[in-house]
């Protein structure tokens, strides 16, 4: 198995595009692939220590400038400059916190959050390369992926395992801001151990696109929750469900919830063939180009693109 992310002078992520291709294994080799060429460029070795694994892994900086930076399982931060190979610098998450699951950089590139296994998040300040703060989230639940909210400086959009949500924390108080949640509230164990939220990209303080364990694709309207719907998805669930918001403990709250009216009602015309992701979606970029697209990835090895 094995994690990638997009290089070149273009931008920082797969978001904006690049013209490398920078290939870890979970072991620590790292491969650094031309996209025009189809050729390796360079290969090093990460000083991984025996028995932990590569997690996940991000840029920083532009151009000639960029270094990688890969999280592992046993709580380290590893930054590496992709011109020399060598290491920038290493950082160690508390051991107490559990093993590392999920990690994201903030667009200005000014702070690291990792998530872990014991469902505990830790902001790193990169500029001094400290913790800023560290705290569990309500749930306790495993970290299944960590964003940034964009627009939101200080916060953070989080999924865990077990539960149909993603919270959005303030990272300067380590309280829960927002919740968009959909299906049952209640989860049986069985359900609960294939449920959770496993990609988040967010596209404006108001707008977030979400995929996990249901195979959909979700959009979400903030500020205008009755525009949220499921942009792809079982044929079943398509213009089937009403977003209301509430707030519940200082938290703004917007649930999707099946519309019993339309549920009842049935689907005319033929059948035809599902565009819909059929694993748990992994994860979303958003492609700016002559024509802005969305692509999503699933465990599946599918990767679509859409319009």
Known sequence: PFICCFLGSSGINAEYGGDRVA??????????????????????????????????MNTLGTGEQQNLVVSTSNGHIVCVDMRSGSFVFKLTNKP???????????????????????????CWDLRFHLPIL?????????????????????????????????GTWNMESG?????????????SESEQSIAGVYSILSLSPDLTVTGG???????WNARHETTSSVLSGPRELLGRQVYRKSVIQDVEVIHAEEDVEL????????VQPSPAHHHTITDFAFVKSTQPCLVSVDMGGMMKIWK
């Open 134 to 166: 560290s705290w569990q989230h309500d749930k306790t639940a495993p970290v299944l992926c960590v964003s940034p909210s964009l627009g939101c400086g200080s916060n953070v959009n989080v999924g865990v395992q077990g539960y149909n949500e993603v």
């Open 96 to 122: 107490q916190h559990g093993p590392v699951s999920a990690m994201c950089t903030d667009r200005h590139e000014h702070w690291i959050c990792l998530g872990t296994r014991y469902g505990w998040l830790t």
């Open 213 to 219: 364990a249901d195979n959909c694709v979700r959009l």
């Open 23 to 56: 290939v870890v294994t979970r072991e620590g080799s790292l491969h650094e692939v031309g996209v025009k060429e189809l050729k390796v460029c360079a290969a090093q070795t990460l000083d991984i220590e025996s028995g932990d694994v590569v997690v996940d």
């Open 263 to 270: 549920s009842h009602s049935e689907i005319k015309g033929p």
């Open 175 to 187: 309280c829960k801001e927002r919740s968009l949640c959909y299906g049952p509230t209640e989860l």
